[in-house]
């Protein structure tokens, strides 16, 4: 599993998306994030994500965060586990 620190991430380097639920996403989030919550997104990755894009998923204390990032692996996406530490 790829883990990065979100103080590296740049907006060219793929999409950020938070997956914590929006009322946690309105109080604080990057500002170069996207919200899809956790099961939106395991329920719906075909549709919302292309298996040759990176991807950079982040959620407020990682573990929500760290399961979807192992599943889309599985699935052959290319995604990165962002923490906040």
């Known amino acids: 599993m790829k883990r990065l620190n979100i103080s590296n991430y740049h907006s060219n380097m793929g999409t950020l998306i938070d997956i ?3 009322l946690d996403y309105q109080e604080y989030h990057h500002p170069d994030s996207i919200n899809i919550p956790y099961e ?4 719906n990755y075909k549709t919302l994500l292309t298996k040759n894009k990176p991807y950079f998923i982040v959620c407020n204390k990682g573990t929500k965060s760290r399961k979807a990032v192992a599943i889309l692996e599985f699935y052959g996406y290319d995604v990165t586990q962002m923490s906040y530490e």
């Open 20 to 22: 914590q639920n929006p």
């Open 40 to 43: 939106t997104l395991l329920l």
